[in-house]
Each structure stands twice: as C-alpha cells, then as structure tokens.
C-alpha cells in the first residue's frame, strides 16, 4: 500500500470528531440537509430490502442523473434486484425528488469518509456489489469495501488534464485504489491512456463511452410549461443552461447584443448552483433594470417587459430546454484566467433544442468532436458570436441542420448504456441468487 494512502487511513481513523464539526457547521448554513444528514454517519438509515442489493454511488446531481435511465433499465429486466444510490449533496436529493427515482431504488446520502460511519453504512446494507459512477473514489469507503469482499465495478469514468495534471502527484495511490476494482470503464480512449499513466490496471479497462449520452429525456412539467409558455406568448427564446458565474456577465453582454436585433428576445438562464443566483442577478442588473428581470424562486411572472429570466430552481431544467429552441450549454465559454469545462450537450438534443456552446469543453470533448463532425451543434469564440448565433437560430432553417446532426449523432448513443448494463449482469450471475 502506497505511503500516502496508509497515512490518508491513518488520518481517517481518528477524524470522526473533525466530520461531525464540518457536517454540523455545514448544516447550519443550510449545505445539509436538515432531516437526514445522519445518514452520514451511519445512523438513521431506510431499512435494507430483502434479497439481491447493489450499491450504486454518484457524487452529485449530474453523476446521479446520469445513472437513473441505467436503472430503470436494470430493475425493469431484473425485478429480483434492489439498488442503493448513495449520493453526497443535498442538490442531488432535490434533483432526483423532482425527477423520481425508478422502482425499487433506494436513495440514501453517502457516508463520511471514516472507518465508523463507512463500517456501519457496510454493515447495515451489506451490498452483494459496490458500482461507483466516474470518479468519486473515497479510500476509506473503498477499501472497507474490497475488505469485505464485495466485488466492485467503476462505471462511466474519465479524467481531464486538470484532474490527471492532480492525480499525477498521487499516481501510487490512484493506481492503488482503481485496482481494487473488478473492471473500469471508462468514457474515451484518452482517459484510458491518463488512467494507465496514472497506474490503473490495464487488463481491467475498456472504453464504453458516455453514459449521460445514452440518458432518457429530462422529465417534463406540462402544466408549469403551459403556463409558462402562456406568459411568453410566442416570443422568441434562448436558455442557457448550468452556467458558471464567471461567464454569466458574458451572457447577459450576450443578450444585450441579441436584442438589438431582436428586440422581444427573452433570455433563459438556469444557473449551475442554484445558490449563487443572486450573482446571477447581480450580473444582470449592471445592463438591465429591474423591471426587466424575473426570478423563477421568488415567484415572478415573465411579463412583456422582461429579457432575463433566472430559472433558480432544482429539477426543472427538463422543463427550459422545451421552452427553448436553441440552448448555449454553459461552463464552456472562454473566460481569460479561468479554465472551464463544458457541460453534458445530449440533455439539450434529447429534448430538440439545438446545441450552441463555447470553446472550453474539455470535460466532454469526445462528445463535442463527434457533434462537430456531424455539424450538429454550433461553436461560438465570444459574446457577440453568441448574440449573432441565438438570433439567428430563431429561424428554424436555421436550426435544422444542426438538429438533424445531432440526431444522427444521439442515436449512436445507446452504446454506453448497452455496456453498463452488460457489465452489472455479468456481476449479478457470478453473485447469483440471494
């Protein structure tokens, strides 16, 4: 075991005290959640189902996201399986309690990273097999893990410069843990490559593309879209969406721009964190008046009057990206000195609207290179591109190249969801029955 992983475990032994003080002043500012932040320690968790159960574990909201059309599939084809789906934040609660979550899936929050709370979460579930969604790898919890002899399978991971430039100080380590793992599967070719410099086993990898790809639409809100369709009135439309708050003054310069020549144009915009809206809205009043601006959380109605309107709210976004025809994927414009990532483009085009995006999409350029070599979503460098780009894709002419790109695009897609759900049935027959 590598130096820096045993002293890591060492830590973690007598860390307790210092989790339960950050979990509790994190409550207080309202970051936990209130009513079952104990599942963190291990303590007041649901009752264990019956039979066969696999733990599934995300991070947050879009790691979670990512895997609900996976086990609709699988408790759907497997009526005898039960699934545990840990996740970290009280965002992704929201998101999945908006969304729903599929039979016989059990949500529960994930566990400290200490041997106390990790040995009573294993104790209490005692899951027949641990899948772990991209790249959420606690030591504690994994370790624990492959000591009691649960198999365990990493699904739809990857690794970005950023995150291998991190890793590589901890390759060790890295390599360590990732061994622990029965089979990795990973999203593209590069990250197969970073993952083998950074001393994952080689003969455990394989490359099964991007889950979030192969994910069922967001769902819908018909009677708020009807409403809110009733108060835009057939007004032209464009959403950004899951925006960073360092590139939202560039947005709103963005539709400033746009509405010169396209005066009614109404501006969606869901930020990332829904936390951080009020700088959201701080960036919008520095070129709008307040009458021009609406916020979905305080109830405010889109009025003839309005050009913003701050979509702050958790599980909807299914709901803007039908009210909008085109859509700017956000965290991908160029914002000099910070580095963005990009956002997941099949969310949009699963529901037709037509793809705009920045050039900094590093987290899924795999995905962004196929859409471009399809021409199934547009590029724009700055602001004023993208004023130019959202004007014009009111037209649907315009549009229409760009979504039937796309669609030949999305229907490759289901590959990665045909692999996932392979890899885990392969798990449960050497398991078997329970």
């Known amino acids: 075991m590598p130096l820096l992983l045993r002293l890591y475990l060492a830590f973690a032994a007598?860390?307790?005290?210092l989790w339960r003080l950050v979990l509790w002043r994190r409550q207080r500012t309202g970051r936990e959640d209130p009513v079952r932040g104990r599942e963190k320690l291990g303590y007041g968790l649901p009752p264990r189902p019956e039979g066969l159960l696999l733990w599934f574990h995300a991070v947050s909201v879009g790691e979670a996201q990512a895997l609900v059309t996976l086990l609709d599939r699988l408790t759907a084809k497997h009526p005898a399986v039960q699934v545990l789906l840990t996740t970290h934040t009280l965002a992704s609660v929201r998101a999945l309690d908006a969304r729903g979550l599929p039979p016989r899936v059990i949500h529960a929050y994930a566990p400290a990273d200490y041997p106390g709370a990790v040995g009573r979460v294993l104790a209490h579930w005692?899951?027949?097999?641990?899948?772990?969604?991209?790249?959420?790898?606690?030591?504690?919890?994994?370790?624990?893990?492959?000591?009691a002899a649960v198999p365990m399978l990493l699904l739809n991971t990857h690794v970005t410069a950023r995150r291998y430039r991190r890793r590589s100080r901890m390759a060790a380590t890295n390599g360590y843990l990732m061994n622990l793992?029965?089979?990795?599967?990973?999203?593209?070719?590069?990250?197969?490559?970073?993952?083998?410099?950074?001393?994952?086993?080689?003969?455990?990898?394989?490359?099964?593309?991007?889950?979030?790809?192969?994910?069922?639409?967001?769902?819908?809100?018909?009677?708020?879209?009807?409403?809110l369709e009733a108060q835009i009135g057939g007004r032209p439309v464009w959403l950004a969406a899951s925006t960073k708050v360092v590139e939202e003054p560039l947005l709103m310069q963005a539709q400033a721009m746009a509405l010169q020549d396209c005066p009614d144009?109404?501006?969606?915009?869901?930020?990332?964190?829904?936390?951080?809206?009020d700088r959201t809205e701080t960036a919008a009043r520095t070129l709008f008046t307040q009458a021009q601006i609406a916020r979905r959380s305080r109830g405010e109605p889109i009025t003839v009057a309005t050009r913003v309107y701050i979509a702050d709210t958790?599980?909807?976004?299914?709901?803007?990206?039908?009210?909008?025809?085109?859509a700017y994927t956000g965290n991908s414009l160029r914002v000099p000195g910070t580095p963005l990532t990009?956002?997941?483009?099949?969310?949009?085009?699963?529901?037709?609207?037509?793809?705009?995006?920045?050039?900094?999409?590093?987290?899924?350029?795999?995905?962004?290179a196929r859409l471009k070599a399809a021409g199934g979503a547009l590029e724009v460098a700055d602001a004023a591109a993208m004023a130019r780009a959202v004007v014009a894709a009111q037209d649907p002419d315009f549009r229409k190249p760009y979504l039937d790109g796309a669609a030949r695009v999305q229907a490759?897609?289901?590959?990665?969801?045909?692999?996932?759900?392979?890899?885990?049935?392969?798990?449960?027959?050497?398991?078997g029955p329970r």
Do not use: C
């Open 14 to 17: 007598v860390s307790a005290p």
């Open 126 to 147: 005692r899951p027949d097999a641990l899948i772990v969604a991209e790249a959420d790898m606690w030591p504690v919890m994994l370790t624990r893990a492959h000591r």
């Open 181 to 227: 793992f029965e089979r990795i599967l990973v999203q593209d070719e590069v990250s197969m490559a970073r993952f083998r410099d950074l001393g994952a086993p080689a003969a455990k990898m394989s490359v099964m593309g991007v889950l979030k790809a192969a994910s069922d639409p967001l769902p819908d809100r018909p009677d708020e879209r009807a409403a």
């Open 265 to 277: 144009l109404l501006f969606l915009i869901a930020p990332r964190q829904r936390t951080e809206a």
């Open 314 to 326: 958790i599980g909807e976004m299914g709901l803007w990206y039908r009210l909008a025809p085109v």
């Open 342 to 368: 990009g956002k997941n483009p099949f969310e949009a085009i699963a529901l037709g609207a037509m793809v705009v995006h920045g050039p900094d999409v590093g987290n899924f350029a795999d995905a962004y």
């Open 412 to 431: 490759e897609n289901m590959h990665p969801l045909a692999v996932s759900l392979a890899a885990i049935e392969a798990l449960i027959a050497r398991i």
